[in-house]
């Protein structure tokens, strides 16, 4: 048995995938409405037996700089050929399911957009999720 709480960050995860990438391959053509509705079986299967997440963190990006940052990887990605139209689908079916998403808090952190040149910044990002950890437990 753990003797104190444990955090732990993952990105995206489960609940991204489904309500973002499955969703926007439906929307794009790539996946027939039978194979959504397997996912969709799936995903309510494992969102019964798997608990929610404790705190759902969002930190929005506008598309202009998420492009930017993606150009100056040296890594390749599913997402390399996607353009900005597709990225925008994405935000807002991430959006959509955050909206309507009731199983936990949700804290959206607005104006992030160079952390790693304003270590203050980060600092102050860092309070907030711990502020919101303290109050939701």
């Known amino acids: 048995a753990l003797q104190r709480p444990v955090i732990t960050v993952f990105d995206g995860g489960l609940d991204q995938e489904y309500h973002s990438f499955t969703h926007l ?7 027939p409405s039978a194979e959504l509705a397997v ?9 019964a037996v798997l608990p929610p997440p404790d705190l759902v963190v969002y930190l929005p990006v506008d598309i202009p700089t998420l492009l930017a940052r993606r150009a100056t990887r040296q890594r390749h990605t ?7 139209r597709e990225f925008e689908l994405i935000q807002g079916l991430l959006e959509a399911w955050l ?3 009731t199983a936990s808090p949700v804290l959206r952190l607005a104006g992030q957009h160079a952390l790693h040149e304003h270590p203050q910044a980060l600092q102050t990002l860092a309070s907030q ?3 919101s950890i303290n109050t939701y437990f």
């Open 25 to 31: 391959l439906f929307a794009k053509g790539c996946l």
């Open 39 to 47: 996912c969709t079986r799936f995903y309510a299967f494992a969102r």
């Open 78 to 84: 599913v997402d390399q050929s996607f353009d900005a």
């Open 99 to 101: 909206d309507s998403h």
């Open 129 to 131: 999720v711990m502020d």
